[in-house]
């Protein structure tokens, strides 16, 4: 059942990593694309990953003139000998590395270009699928659920929380995976650097973890409760500007502006309650960044006075540090961008989860098909002991029992409020009687298909709605393959034909 009210909001909110899990169906059609976006983000984050090198090179080999040997010796150490020739040669002219760093920022460009637009297509066939298949969903909801539910709040959930899923492919997926790979191509550069640098930088990750996740779990709640005060003020508002009829006429505008200006404190509230969460871990980050660079800058000093580093080294390794710092701290901003999008996710599944009026587990003992009625069908309508109640202990019928022959007219008269708009919504399936039963030619009728049963039956609603298109298409919308003719014709039947002529 969704939820749209604050005690609902302020229960514990913990995200269940199987609702990620739930979307996978909507990315595996896709997985030649996200799988070679990551290739790409792969070669891209390993290349930029070895540009601060240069920085060492430049330094220790073209300004301070050290011997270009100490290259070869400290690659083949490590086992990277066949490295050791070209990075000699690189070292050993400033115009070469120039040159050489140039084609490298060119093919880290190139490749970043195709990279985006592979994305960009990921992102949105996942979210055009997503939208539709959720809008899809919500229209074969329960008449009765529908009604439940203001039309400005579920447009917000469709509409909103799909953007938020949208943000998560477009954004912070990338941005995690990028800073991840560029995370993981850092450490392991550093620790070839300067292990006992790496091990510090390993030492203070945990401290940074631990911040973001106590922080991102107060933060996830937070904006489940500002998401949920935002479809309430478009529902709000929504009603208040397709009531304005009433409002105007009643001089009450300015109870509605109450109204929605109530629930409009309520969600910045929430957002401001966000944003000190977010500038609170900021700020903590920073500072623990900040100790650990002293650390690193107060421990190479010495040891570049005990000859054990070279001020490239020391560069370097600072230069490394900032590199992955920035990468790290764009990790911790994602991690808590996630929680609102953690938020939308839960409330997606949840609506995905509503069983559509289609699929309720009366209709999955005993589905009686399209064809075996077709053959069968002859009329005879049936209402057992029918009872019904909107509200329970409200009961608006109670023990109605009566039968149509085929063939044969009925015509129900009564008061406004009598349940005759029930009795044919009943029969519609748009609701289920609370006792008895509705049978046609002694079939249940929840026994029987329901979209095949509303093609069935002709109806005339009291409530007149036109849809945004031409006048001959809101005629035929109930049978598209109508000719021109027979539109006119039943124009005619209903005394608009003559008024639809007027019409420029």
Do not use: C
């Amino acid at each position: 059942m969704l939820q749209s009210d604050d005690k609902n909001n302020d229960r514990d909110i913990r995200f269940r990593y199987r609702d990620i899990l739930f979307f996978w169906k909507f990315v595996r059609p896709l997985w030649v694309l996200g799988l070679t976006s990551l290739i790409l983000t792969a070669v891209s984050t390993a290349l930029s990953s070895l540009l601060p090198l240069s920085v060492k090179l430049l330094i220790d080999f073209i300004v301070m003139k050290r011997p270009v040997d100490d290259i070869g010796r400290f690659l083949t150490s490590r086992h990277l000998g066949f490295l050791a020739d070209p990075l000699m040669h690189l070292a050993g002219s400033l115009n070469y590395m120039v040159v050489t760093l140039f084609a490298v920022g060119i093919v880290i460009g190139m490749i970043g270009i195709v990279e985006k637009l592979i994305t960009l297509r990921f992102q949105q066939e996942i979210t055009f699928t997503v939208q539709t298949e959720l809008f899809g969903h919500v229209l074969r909801f329960p008449l009765s659920f529908l009604k439940q539910k203001q039309v400005g709040y579920l447009m917000s959930r469709v509409s909103d929380d799909v953007g938020m899923v949208q943000f998560f492919f477009s954004w912070l997926a990338p941005q995690l995976v990028t800073n991840s790979f560029y995370s993981l191509f850092g450490i392991i550069i550093l620790f070839n650097l300067n292990s006992t640098v790496a091990s510090l930088l390993l030492l203070v990750l945990p401290v940074l973890f631990a911040i973001n996740f106590f922080f991102a779990a107060r933060l996830r709640a937070v904006s489940q409760k500002e998401m949920e005060r935002h479809a309430m003020v478009s529902e709000e508002m929504h009603e208040a500007i397709s009531g304005a009829e009433v409002l105007k006429a009643f001089t009450a505008e300015h109870k509605a502006v109450e109204k929605i200006s109530e629930k409009l404190r309520k969600l910045f509230s929430s957002r401001f309650q966000g944003t000190a969460l977010n500038a609170l871990s900021s700020s903590f980050t920073q500072q623990t960044k900040f100790v650990l660079m002293l650390a690193v800058v107060v421990l190479g000093v010495h040891r570049i006075e005990a000859g054990a580093m070279t001020i490239g080294d020391l560069t370097t390794v600072i230069a490394y540090l900032v590199y992955l710092s920035g990468r790290l701290t764009g990790i911790s901003s994602t991690v808590l961008s996630l929680q609102p999008v953690f938020a939308s996710m839960e409330r997606l599944v949840e609506m995905f989860k509503t069983v559509p009026e289609y699929g309720i587990k009366v209709e999955k003992k005993s589905l009686i098909r399209h064809d075996s009625v077709k053959k069968e069908l002859k009329g005879e309508l049936i209402f057992s002991g029918v009872s019904f109640s909107y509200d329970p202990g409200k009961p608006v019928l109670e023990d109605i029992s009566f039968k149509v022959e085929p063939g044969h007219t009925l015509i129900i008269t009564g008061e406004s409020g009598a349940g005759k708009t029930t009795l044919v919504n009943l029969l519609l399936k748009f609701h289920y009687p609370t006792g008895g039963s509705i049978s046609l030619d002694g079939k249940n009728l929840q026994e029987i298909d329901t979209r095949w049963l509303r093609d069935q039956i002709g109806i005339v609603s009291q409530e007149v709605f036109l849809f945004n298109d031409t006048v001959e298409n809101n005629i035929k919308f109930g049978k598209p393959a109508a000719s021109r003719d027979e539109v006119i014709s039943a124009a005619r039947q209903a005394h608009i034909h003559g008024y639809i002529d007027s019409l420029p």
